[in-house]
């Protein structure tokens, strides 16, 4: 059950954990009523019942388990990984005026991009690479965190953070997300939603992984939404979600304490007491929660749990649970285990899928081995690297999953959390990094308040709860492990000689240094538990002991080694007869249902890889038979499905069910339902016919989708570990997963390995190193099962046993302590060692001396060693005689022991060295059988997991009669040295083959013994016969060879599989007759060099021109390869017409379709625009047809020019070309149309008859945006130009030659082990009987060869840009430059660097007089150029010429994809296409081309196109074949019997790579090559294709009027709110030419006057639509660095402060490519318009030149104010000539605004102020105050003077 039922105590029906997730609440019901009946014995009862419900009666089974050739699994490797990432924009971030930088983080590396001032939607397109070593596992854990802060002098602010695995990124196609937008949100507050966008580029490549790459082009209005970085499949909405991982209790963890001071402890205390003080650490997406520390328990319980928020699906994979023991100086981790989250869910929509889920299980852990040494060696076990070779503790755990709906509301479950957690007081855990407990006691809301502050931000929560009451009882089940040993041979004789034993263990128990407790009783001493009655006593509820006793015994008799016969390095244990057993009882939850349905899925997904194994086998033999093998098998795979299925679906319910094992039981049958409904299809062949391949590749498919539902991620009993021990210390163990061994009465549910014996190899623990031999071969029986299923453990041991019971217990169902094999029967073993291929090259040449040991029981011999070989022929027959084996005879040809075989390469000096090994089985013949030879077959030979290669052998264990030796088969006599061949009956049937050799030359040679090559001569090899190549005079002068090419017979098998290999051998004469081996390849498979020997090649050179046609003629169009012609039947006549326009624009007329068979050849290439062509050399479509209309230069032109050409070029140069080729490429990706039909929004218009106005008007109609110029276009290969031709090897092949050893380490990509390479070809084909015949003539594999003298070529190399280049300065960038190397010459282009740039465009075109074959490696280079110091390589490219100048695809120059005489498009080669046409004509010994109006015929086919054009000038006619022809050479390769690909006009995209890096790409570079043989004429002129320089603009903004921006500031007095408005602006990346108004002071109505007017200069290039910058980065950088980025306008409104800064109070930003129109008036000026408009009715400054209207000022989405604007577009020359003032200056001032009165700063005119603020609001107060002032001075002056007034008058007056 979920378990995880929080209970409110007032409630009792109150749902458990998973609120979001109704589906997992099927079972909650039932499983909480008490279940009826005896539930004891649930697990293994219900399956009793249904023993009919197997599906297929089956043989009894076998005694052996499946035979595995490759001995171990190698070492997992530490690989090197790069990962990049290109930061393009981010748009949308919430802030005002900020400063955004992105900041960059991949494990602990940090890296962050420039900062780009006030502005929402920020422009870096950067470039970070980070490098990485390590195993693939870990770092796929890794996680790449992109953080976008608002950029500050002191602490940034965060706006927002995405975070994303390795592993996310690596699985995604092509290990990339592309041009994709990723969420930001706040890690401090879920809450608040996106915080912005970010698009970028984040790649994950390993060594030899192929990037697709191409060059970004920046597109405004793409939709943010519906392209998120997420992978495929997951919504784009995701919601936030609560990750719980509940952390129960542990049980089992190692006592030892590893710290110094604990030890000393020990010393004193006594071993009484657990020293381990663990905790949990639980981390996922990159934070890390920790539960409390539990002192002194090695079984500690936590009840703790671990809450992550992370949003759902999440992009991180793993969640990684680490137990560690907390030290005084520092933390030790006992072991680690990763739950994958993709294993525990299921992201299916609808009721399928379900939320991550998982337990209450146990997870076993498993790490180094258990022993309390002070140092631990193998401690990076227990961290998770490496397979774990001991148990170490399981742990209780359960995860779950709840969504929070809105925001993080307090969801009920939470609440319930939350009550919980503030009662619980216990506060004396170690709380995790960020997770501080909530240590308040104050009053509830104080204290709630608290906790939400907690549960909206990401930070990882760590709290108690209380165990819900139904998940605490668990029941426990008893397994018996029974095992027998019947061999243990091959024993290393490093391990010595002391009396070795066996220990089988499960968990910890049955072994010996800490013995498994059963539930509650402990085990006594080690000593004497190793025979011990052992009562098991059961800590469970209520649960009486049980009465019988086992005894425990799980270690065998130690015994003492004895040397294998015939090999020193090998001792064995003599078990001769009797066979020793271990046995003891181990108790666990009782949940083997998880591995029974495990069984089920493993045994399908076996038995179809084995089928599909054989499938391929029979491939070779012939294809039907293979099909129908793969029919039946899936036959037989829906059949196992359905019965798996049924099987699920009566399953019974059961109380110890979580609520992952329901939900996956559903998940494996639905998705088997699913694989079966597939797998019908396939048979029925329903859809489509597949083919073998895909039906084959289909059904790996099936294989591994089953795998991965196998794998179950909640554990139930641990693996079976077998450790050799030598004098009681471990030393070699085997490992053997538990499900593997289980026993169950249903035979599908069984293990694969239980009651069967199966040979293990042991290994070394931890690191094994290099080389490392066999420790142990061991042959076990092993069972394991509940204790109630006893009686069947010894069911399937071989028969003829006594059982031998341990003498101390006497017992009735005793398990035996040994078992007796009376029976002994004497043998003979011949070993038929034949050949082997492929080895491992050992020495330095980069050969071996091989030499096989074989290894069969206690014996051992060797072969001989052939010395300097791959492909070691033996022809040995090792005899083994007086074999004996115990046991029935009739068991021991069943399942017989197997023979070892391992290869050494012998060295005259040391021991021999390691080349791998493998294991058979012989073919068993008794003495009463009758003798037929066995076949030869191969073995694959391993070294670790490396292929080593083939071994082609049998091996025949003969049982010798009574009569002795001579009632055996005879054998062949031996030879002097007494060694025997393999008899004739066994080697394979031979006949006389011939083998053509073409050798052409020798290449790249490097320096061997210090001296370089000089006079090479190769020497071929096959079956012992050989040839020799003549030895070339002087490498340095003519590395070709001059007699061309040699043939020898040679006998090889009649198999074609068992053909030996073809070895090369390179050699140099020296001085006296010396000669050393310089290098050597071997070719394994012959298959592709097979010619057929029946009737003399086809090939044009024997065949004159006639016949060809004559046949052509005869035979059906149809059996064309291409398939273009199949439509048409027979022809009627001998002509086929085909019209070899695409008809894109055109139906075809009445006239055309009467011919007798038309075809129409669809273009193949796809470099042809399928619009009509520019310039008047248009051929028409559609035949003879007339053009109607008369197209001059100027009409077409105006036409052509797209809008961006309608800015500012009038040009159209190579450039045009390459960016309209580059946005066919995009479009082509994007939309899949083929290339033949119209654009999709184009109306098709016949235009013979419509007039030309007709067609521009509808061609008019689509949207602007789609519009291609109507250039002609070049094809841009995404690869180089090799991969898409086959490498040019239609006419010789390269083989590298090895020189070398071939170590572990750099296989795959071993570049520092080619030291040449050789050019030639073979032709391999069964002698004819008259031999002289073929003599005579030439051979056959010179036909069609060119002679190799040497030849003079002019060479054009264009370099047009790189891309990516990997960063080779410290500040992330690079200063790149070319340098092209060929032959002698070196062309260095150091001072044409490119500052500061990671993707330059060089625009470079170099050209080198070369001589083949002497100079035809043309290597580039792209190196960093740096001030101090050597300059750096970043990457390098190497181009094979002399492949390319002679191939049938004709790479020396591409064809264009129209013919023009003159302008950007002007025909570059030295032919033209009638030229080129006719020469292949020739080559192909064709009849034609027969040139005549309208059509070309060559030999029996027509083309049919236009060759009368229009001369613009004198309007006159003009007959020209070039376009028809150039239209036929384009379709070649439709061309019957001789056609091929030809190259098309091309830029290929090369990868660089840097040697130190091998196999990791340093970025890309754009380029193409020409080439043009001296004996031809001249060529023209190269191709310009320097850089286009941006031009100079001005943007004139004037600044009219605001309206309605906001009022920020509140008069004190009055409380009237004002603002004083200025407006800024400034062009994105030219911040430092930031522009303001003054001050508009005192507005109240949001009213702004200004007539101000901003200039903007800037560079920009109308092609890219970019604008070019170049400014310094910093103060300290030397050059300027250039950086394009879209031209975006900034307009801010601000409120002026005197004291304080600025308010900012809204912006604009309009990219003036593309920007909204104006509003008319103030009043129709919305924001909602704003950012709502569409695409059409956007508009580009760059075309109108002119816009004046009103535009809306936002801040944070909110309306603030609106901006009355001019813009107005100038090119730098028209600026110079009509120059504005800026600001209201001269020339042409703007006149000053009429601002009201009130508009003035106080500072500057306070009695303005005075006047405006006071009187004019106050002023009748002021008059009545100033006249009440006058009163009142009157009245105090009055009452003042009064009494002295009065008494002088009482006194004078008197």
Not at 270 to 278: F, I, M, Q, R, T
Not at 285 to 306: F, H, I, L, S, Y
Not at 1320 to 1334: A, L, T, V
Request: net charge negative; hydrophobic share 35%.
């Amino acid at each position: 059950m979920f378990g995880l039922k929080l209970k409110k105590r007032k409630k009792k029906a109150e749902k458990g954990l998973i609120l979001a997730n109704k589906a997992a609440q099927d079972g909650e019901g039932e499983a909480e009523a008490p279940q009826e009946g005896p539930s004891h014995q649930e697990g293994g009862d219900f399956i009793c019942d249904h023993e009919s419900a197997t599906s297929i009666p089956s043989a009894p089974p076998k005694r052996r388990s499946k035979l595995l050739t490759k001995i171990h699994d190698g070492e997992v490797r530490s690989q090197n990984y790069q990962i990049a990432i290109t930061i393009t924009e981010a748009r949308q971030l919430v802030g005002e005026n900020i400063d955004p930088v992105v900041i960059i983080e991949v494990g602990d590396e940090k890296k962050q991009s420039t900062v780009k001032e006030g502005t929402n939607s920020p422009f870096y397109n950067e470039y970070f690479v980070f490098d990485f070593i390590g195993p693939q596992l870990h770092l796929f854990d890794k996680i790449i965190k992109i953080s976008v802060f608002h950029h500050k002098l002191i602490g940034s602010i965060l706006i927002g953070s995405f975070k994303v695995d390795l592993g996310t990124v690596y699985n995604q196609p092509g290990h990339q997300f592309c041009d994709k937008w990723a969420l930001l949100t706040d890690p401090g507050d879920i809450r608040t939603g996106a915080k912005g966008y970010l698009k970028c580029d984040i790649s994950v490549i390993g060594k030899g992984d192929v990037l697709k790459s191409s060059p970004k082009t920046p597109d405004a209005e793409e939709q943010i939404e519906k392209n998120l970085l997420i992978p495929q499949g997951f919504p784009s909405e995701r919601p936030w979600a609560r990750f719980y991982v509940r952390l129960y209790k542990a049980e089992g963890l190692p006592k030892m304490n590893s710290s110094i001071m604990a030890n000393v402890t020990k010393a004193f205390v006594g071993d009484s007491k657990d020293l381990v003080d663990p905790f949990v650490e639980v981390s996922f997406a990159g934070q890390m929660g920790r539960t409390a520390v539990q002192k002194n328990c090695a079984d500690p319980v936590w009840n703790e749990q671990v809450v992550f928020k992370e949003m759902f699906p999440p992009l991180c994979r793993r969640v990684k649970i680490q137990v560690w023991d907390e030290g005084s100086v520092n933390d030790v981790a006992l072991a680690t285990h990763f739950i994958d989250l993709k294993k525990i869910s299921n992201e299916q929509d609808g009721d399928k899928g379900f939320l991550p889920t998982f337990g209450p299980a146990w997870i076993n852990l498993y790490g180094s081995p258990r022993n309390h040494s002070l140092m631990d060696d193998y401690q990076e076990l227990n961290e998770g690297f490496g397979e774990g070779v001991s148990f170490r503790g399981r742990i209780l755990v359960e995860i779950a999953v709840e969504i929070l709906s809105g925001g993080a509301q307090e969801s009920k479950f939470s609440k319930a959390l939350k009550e919980l957690k503030l009662s619980s007081k216990d506060k004396d855990s170690k709380s995790s990094k960020g997770s501080s407990k909530d240590k308040s006691d104050k009053t509830d809301d104080g204290r709630s308040q608290q906790a939400s502050d907690k549960t909206n931000s990401t930070e990882v929560e760590v709290e108690r709860f209380d165990v819900p009451p139904e998940i605490i009882p668990e029941k426990y089940e008893e397994f018996l492990l029974f095992g027998t040993f019947f061999e243990a041979t091959m024993i290393d004789r490093k391990i010595g000689d002391k009396p070795i034993s066996f220990e089988v263990s499960i968990g910890n128990f049955g072994n010996l240094l800490d013995g498994g407790s059963h539930h509650g009783s402990k085990k006594k001493s080690a000593e004497s538990a190793e025979e011990d009655n052992l009562p098991l006593l059961q800590e469970g509820e209520g649960d009486t002991a049980h009465s019988v006793a086992i005894p425990m015994l799980s270690t065998t008799h130690p015994k003492k080694p004895l040397v294998t016969e015939g090999n020193r390095n090998y001792n064995y244990l003599p078990f001769e007869a009797k066979k020793p057993c271990v046995y003891f009882i181990s108790s666990w939850g009782d949940q083997t249902f998880r591995l029974h349905w495990s069984n089920m899925l493993e045994k399908m997904a076996d038995l179809l890889e084995e089928s599909i194994e054989e499938a391929r086998e029979l491939i070779k033999i012939s294809e039907t038979a293979s099909e129908e093998k793969m029919k039946t098998v899936l036959s037989d795979f829906i059949s196992q499905s359905s019965a798996f299925i049924s099987e699920a679906e009566k399953k019974p319910k059961m109380l110890n069910q979580t609520t992952l094992d329901k939900k996956r039981l559903t998940l494996c049958w639905q998705e088997l339902e699913a694989m079966a409904k597939e797998a019908k299809g396939i048979i029925q062949q329903q859809k489509k016919k597949l083919s073998l391949d895909e039906i084959i590749h289909e059904a790996e498919n099936f294989v591994e989708k089953i795998r991965f539902l196998v794998d179950e991620p909640q554990h139930t009993i641990p693996d079976v570990f077998i450790w050799m021990l030598s004098n009681n210390k471990k030393v070699a163990y085997a490992r053997i997963a538990s499900k593997d061994l289980l026993y169950s009465p249903i035979r599908e549910q069984m293990g694969k390995h239980c009651g069967k014996i199966k040979t293990h190899f042991l290994k070394l623990p931890g690191k094994r190193p290099a080389g490392w031999s066999v420790q142990a071969k061991v042959d076990v029986y092993l069972w394991l099962g509940s204790t109630r299923h006893s009686s069947a453990m010894l069911d399937n041991l071989p028969v003829g046993y006594e059982a031998e019971m341990s003498s101390k217990v006497a017992g009735a169902n005793q398990p035996p302590a040994n078992l007796l094999y009376q029976d002994r029967h004497v043998f003979q073993l011949r070993a038929h060692m034949y050949q082997a291929r492929g080895l491992i090259a050992a020495d330095s040449s980069g050969l071996s001396d091989p030499f096989a040991k074989v290894t069969f029981l206690s014996h051992c011999q060797t072969t001989k060693v052939i010395s300097q070989t791959l492909s070691p022929t033996w022809n040995q027959m090792l005899l083994f005689n007086d074999l004996v084996l115990h046991g029935d005879q009739k068991e021991l040809a069943e399942s017989p022991p197997s023979v070892v075989v391992e290869l050494y390469d012998s060295d005259a000096v040391g021991k021999p060295e390691y080349l791998g090994a493998t294991v058979a089985a012989p073919v068993v013949k008794l003495a009463d059988q009758d003798y037929e030879p066995p076949r030869l077959c191969y073995h694959p030979i391993f070294c670790g997991s490396l292929s080593g290669g083939d071994l082609l052998a049998v091996f025949e264990l003969l049982q010798v009669p009574s009569s002795g030796l001579q009632g055996l088969p005879p054998v062949d006599p031996p030879d002097v040295a007494q060694i025997y061949p393999v008899p004739t009956s066994i080697r394979p049937v031979l006949s006389k083959y011939r083998v053509e050799v073409l050798f052409w030359g020798v290449r790249e040679m490097k320096k061997v013994q210090l001296l370089s090559v000089d006079r090479p001569q190769v020497l071929i090899e096959c079956g012992g016969r050989g040839v020799k190549s003549c030895v070339i005079q002087s490498y340095k002068n003519n590395p070709n060879f001059s007699v061309q090419a040699d043939a020898f017979e040679v006998e090889l098998p009649e198999n074609e599989l068992l053909h030996p290999p073809l070895s090369i051998c390179v050699v140099d004469w020296r001085a006296f007759g010396r000669s050393t081996l310089v290098g050597t390849y071997t070719i394994n498979c012959l298959k592709q060099f097979l010619c057929k020997s029946k009737e003399p090649l086809a090939l044009s050179s024997q065949v004159d021109g006639t016949q060809v046609e004559q046949a052509l003629s005869d035979s059906p169009v149809a059996t064309e390869p291409s398939g273009s012609l199949s439509s048409s039947q027979e022809p009627s006549t001998d002509h086929i017409y085909v019209d070899v326009e695409p008809p894109p624009t055109v139906v075809p007329d009445s006239a055309q379709i009467q011919l007798t068979s038309m075809v129409d050849v669809p273009d193949s290439s796809p470099m042809l625009e399928p619009e009509p062509k520019p310039a008047g050399q248009e051929p028409p479509k559609g035949g003879k047809a007339k053009d109607a209309r008369k197209p001059t230069r100027r009409s077409t032109k105006k036409k052509k020019r797209t809008i961006a050409d309608e800015s500012a070029e009038n040009v159209i140069d190579w450039w045009s070309k390459y960016y309209a080729s580059l946005k066919k490429a995009q479009k082509s990706n994007s939309f899949h149309y083929p290339s033949t039909e119209g654009k999709p929004d184009e109306v098709v218009v016949n235009i013979e008859d419509g007039p030309k106005k007709k067609k521009d008007k509808m061609l008019k109609k689509k949207p602007r945006e789609d519009e291609i110029p109507n250039l002609a276009v070049l094809q841009i290969y995404d690869g180089d130009l090799e991969s898409e031709f086959n490498n040019f090897e239609d006419w010789v092949k390269t083989f590298e030659l090895f020189r070398g050893k071939s170590t572990e380490d750099d296989h795959g990509l071993d570049g520092d082990r080619v030291i040449g390479k050789f050019k030639g070809s073979f032709c391999i084909y069964k002698s004819p009987q008259d031999s002289g015949i073929e003599d005579s003539g030439q051979l056959r594999i010179q036909q069609g060869v060119p002679p190799n003298h040497p030849v003079k070529v002019l060479i054009r190399v264009y370099i047009v840009a790189a891309f990516n280049l990997s960063p080779a300065d410290p500040d992330g960038k690079a200063d790149p430059y070319i340098v092209v190397k060929l032959g002698q010459t070196e062309i260095k282009d150091r001072d044409k660097y490119i500052p500061k740039q990671l993707n330059p465009v060089f625009g470079r075109s170099f050209e080198i007089q070369a001589t083949f074959p002497k100079d035809s490696l043309l290597s580039i280079l792209i190196y960093d150029h740096d001030m101090i110091g050597t300059d750096d390589l970043i990457g390098e490219t190497k181009i094979d010429l002399e492949n390319r100048f002679y191939s049938r695809h004709r790479a020396i120059c591409g064809l264009q994809s129209q013919y023009e005489i003159e302008g950007y498009n002007a025909w570059r080669d030295t032919s033209k296409p009638t030229e080129i046409l006719t020469k292949l004509c020739k080559d192909n010994q064709l009849d034609g081309p027969y040139f005549c109006p309208g059509k070309i015929q060559i030999g029996n086919q027509v083309f049919s196109g236009k060759t009368v054009f229009m001369e613009e000038d004198t309007e006159q006619m003009v007959e020209s074949y070039e376009h028809l022809a150039l239209r036929v050479l384009h379709s070649w390769e439709d061309m019957p019997e001789v056609g091929c690909r030809l190259v098309p006009e091309h830029i290929e995209s090369r990868p660089l790579y840097h040697k130190d890096k091998p196999g990791m790409e340093q970025g890309r570079l754009q380029m193409w090559v020409d080439m043009f043989p001296k004996d031809m004429p001249q060529p023209g002129p190269p191709v310009d294709i320097s850089p286009r320089q941006p031009r100079g603009y001005e943007l004139r903004v004037t600044i009219w009027n605001t309206e309605d921006v906001i009022l920020e500031d509140e008069n004190i007095f009055t409380g009237q709110k004002s603002s004083d408005i200025y407006v800024k602006g400034w062009i994105k990346g030219l911040e430092d030419d930031k522009q303001e108004t003054d001050v508009h002071y005192n507005s109240l109505t949001g009213e702004g006057n200004f007539n101000w007017r901003f200039l903007f200069p800037f560079q920009y290039l109308p092609a890219e639509k970019q604008m070019v910058i170049t400014k310094r980065e910093n103060i300290f950088s030397l050059e300027k660095m250039e950086c394009k980025t879209p031209a975006v306008l900034v307009l801010q409104v601000w409120d002026f402060e005197r004291l304080s800064s600025d308010d900012f109070l809204g912006s604009l930003e309009m990219n003036l490519n593309n920007f909204p129109r104006a509003a008319k008036s103030a009043k129709d000026c919305q924001l909602t318009k704003f950012e709502n408009a569409s695409e059409e009715s956007k508009i580009s400054i760059f075309q109108q030149k002119r816009v004046r209207g009103w535009w809306p000022f936002a801040k944070s989405k909110e309306l603030t104010g609106k901006v009355e604007a001019e813009f107005h577009l100038v090119t730098a020359e028209e600026a110079e000539k009509n120059p504005v003032g800026k600001a209201r200056k001269e020339p042409e001032p703007l006149a000053k605004p009429n601002r009201p009165d009130t508009s003035f700063s106080w500072f500057v005119s306070p009695f303005k102020c005075l006047y405006h603020l006071i009187w004019k609001n106050y002023k009748k107060y002021i008059i009545i105050g100033f006249i009440l002032i006058i009163l009142i001075i009157f009245l105090v002056l009055f009452i003042y003077t009064l009494p002295g007034a009065i008494s002088r008058k009482i006194v004078v007056g008197s």
